[in-house]
């Protein structure tokens, strides 16, 4: 007699099992540990990932889901799927438990971001320039805090990553050069 799982239980192996390579893979707490020894930043997240050969998405996932301070993540495409006004499509969304405490999770944002209230969207698109460093977000209590943003492409996705900003001294420090000027 022939047997098959419930398309839930399949579903929930499938997870055990992603959550054990993932724990794995990033060494449990040591990733955690490793990861406070940075400066925030997409080149930590960098680094680590060579490190400890993941890739980046994986880690960025990890970076802002397990990091002590409030920190959000989103993965967007990597074109706009509206034009007037420019809107990206989000991914994921992500965030630390720091930021659950004091910010709204940026998973019940709208599934498409526009630069009003989002002002880095509008950074996505820019080929030369710096993208503004900071986006103002309001607190649970909504009070407008400003937050550091930073934007990586992969090719295949673009990266949002926020933070509270704060003084970080004795941590690590990373440049990532971009490919056109470091030839």
Request: with cysteine; net charge positive.
């Amino acid at each position: 007699m022939a047997h098959t799982l419930s398309w839930r239980t399949r579903v929930t192996f499938e997870q055990e099992a992603n959550q054990c390579g993932a724990e794995l893979m990033f060494k449990r707490e040591r990733f955690q540990t490793m990861a406070g020894d940075y400066e925030v930043g997409f080149p930590a997240i960098i680094e680590l990932a060579e490190l400890l050969g993941a890739s980046i998405h994986a880690s960025f996932r990890r970076y802002v889901e397990t990091h002590r301070q409030p920190i959000a993540g989103l993965v967007l495409a990597t074109k706009p799927c509206r034009t007037n006004p420019v809107g990206y499509r989000r991914r994921e969304a992500i965030s630390s438990h720091a930021w659950s405490e004091r910010y709204d999770g940026p998973a019940g944002w709208p599934s498409v971001l526009y630069a009003e209230p989002y002002s880095f969207v509008e950074d996505i698109g820019l080929i030369a320039g710096p993208p503004r460093p900071t986006m103002t977000y309001p607190d649970v209590n909504n009070e407008p805090t400003e937050l550091r943003v930073e934007l990586f492409s992969n090719s295949y996705d673009v990266f949002v990553l926020m933070w509270v900003p704060r003084r970080e001294r004795f941590k690590r420090k990373r440049v990532i050069v971009p490919a056109s000027l470091g030839k």
